[in-house]
């Protein structure tokens, strides 16, 4: 598993739970003040520092953080937006002993520290304090969020008001959605998470290398995993999906098309299935392990037959593409439960109409609605299951945004879910090894160099 990503309401919780074992309340801030200190001071040692304090608890941690650095002989000023208004950050404040500054009047410094809101933003900030926070962390050399970018929606990570790029962001505790979901996720360079002696424990992780098996010694193709891909009138997509699956871990792939085409590697079998009676033929085979649908799959009727086909078999199933967008038109009580569903942006407001929250909130939503897990797709992709358990793959290679890397990646995940027989898992380690795959293709890939790749990236993970 990942690091724990708690929102806003669970982080307050967490620190209550943490309050009610004995640890003080005052002592959360100075240990969340100390690290996030250590961190500024080892990165910038004795370069002239400007920490800007809001009037919550995030400012109370700017004001242990100013107190520390100058004991170490930074030179720090201090600029406040207010009065601190909590028990902890008025004791944070009374224990700097320096001048405060009013942020509108505040000179830029080479480093800069912002501490002007965290978890507890309700609202936009005011124009003139966005303003100010843009000027000064453009004049900076080195800037650092604490906790969050000022101006970020800690649940959903969209921008309430204009927010500076960072360098770095210090998440106190554990991760919270805005440092994975965009845009929030693009508003600094570098996420360092700290302990601050919390114990944050949450359903929603940060998706995490997985941890893969190679084949036992008495493994054979079929108990390794055979898939079968459902083409049709685009044969590229399918190829490209079919070639990732046979390099997933799978034992063997099948392209079930409508014509023999001759195409693609030698090792995936391709069967002509020209009428409906022959898909379903075909998907009686027992040793199946999973049926990927979708890629090059089509939208006409014989497309939408096919897919019925798919939709009655026992199989394990992962739907992408035209599959989705044909299922969109039936309603989302039409899909199958277990299985996997790969969706775009598009594809999930075609699927599940205009869920509310965030985009976590809205794959787990979807996830349950449709006992599917689903792999909403994107810079930041969100795996959710059913039963409330997430994970977020994000801050990966933004080159994935090319033609045919979804192909792959739902491929990938029907070999994977051949394998592992298990849907969330297998969903998983598959965006886990797309993003790593992309991670090692470096600029300008395509689509098929991404299935080159994922040999090197299953051996890493073994
Ligand atoms: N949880 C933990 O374990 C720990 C948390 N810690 C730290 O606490 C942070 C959370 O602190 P917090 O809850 O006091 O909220 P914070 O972000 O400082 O801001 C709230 C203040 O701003 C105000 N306000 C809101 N929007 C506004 C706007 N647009 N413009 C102007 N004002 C606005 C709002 O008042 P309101 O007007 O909404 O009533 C309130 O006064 C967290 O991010 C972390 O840094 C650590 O110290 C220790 C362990
Ligand atoms: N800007 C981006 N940054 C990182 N990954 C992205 C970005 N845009 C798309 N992706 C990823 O690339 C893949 C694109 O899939 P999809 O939209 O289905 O494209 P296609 O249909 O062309 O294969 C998905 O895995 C998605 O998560
Ligand atoms: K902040």
Partial sequence: MGAPVLTAAAMRAAEQAAIASGVPEYDLMERAGATAAEIVWRAGGSRDTLVLCGPGNNGGDGFVIARILRAKGVPVRVAALGESGTASSLRARARWDGPVEALHQAKPAAQLVDALFGTGLTRGLADAVAASLER??????????????????????????????FGVCIALGALKPA??????????????????????????????????????????????????????????????????????????????????????????????????????KALEDKRLSAVLAGPGLGRDDGAWERLEAVLESEHRLVLDADALTLLADKGPDQLPAGAI??????????????????????????????????????????????????????????????????????????????????????????????????????????????IERLPAAIARRL
Wanted: aromatic letters at 6%; proline letters at 6%.
């Fill in 136 to 165: 000064l962390v453009g004049r900076a050399n080195h800037s650092y969020a604490v906790d969050l970018p000022s101006g970020v929606e800690t649940d959903s990570g969209r921008l309430l008001s204009p927010v500076p790029r």
């Fill in 179 to 280: 440092h994975l979901l965009y845009p929030a996720a693009d508003r600094f360079e570098r996420l360092v998470s700290v302990d601050i002696g919390i114990a944050p424990s949450s359903p929603l992780h940060s998706l995490a290398p997985p941890h893969l098996d190679a084949p036992a010694s008495d493994a054979h193709k079929y108990s390794r995993g055979l898939v079968a891909v459902i083409g049709g009138g685009m044969a590229g997509a399918g190829l490209l999906a079919s070639r990732a699956a046979a390099r997933s871990g799978a034992g063997a792939v099948r392209r079930i098309v409508p014509d023999a085409d001759g195409r693609g590697p030698d090792a995936i079998i391709t069967s002509a299935a020209m009428k409906v009676a022959d898909v379903a």
């Fill in 341 to 450: 569903l790969t969706p775009h942006e598009g594809e999930f407001a075609r699927l599940f109409g205009d869920v509310p929250g965030s985009k976590i909130d809205k794959a787990l939503a979807a996830a349950q609605r449709s006992r599917c897990v689903l792999v909403y797709k994107g810079a930041d992709t969100v795996i959710a299951a059913p039963d409330g358990k997430a994970a977020v793959a994000s801050r990966g290679s933004f080159w994935l945004s090319t033609a045919g890397t979804g192909d792959v990646l739902a491929g990938l995940a029907a070999g994977r879910f051949a394998v592992t027989g298990d849907p969330f898992r297998a969903a998983c380690e598959a965006v886990w090894l797309h993003g790593e795959a992309a991670r090692q293709a470096g600029a300008a890939f395509i689509a098929d160099d991404l």
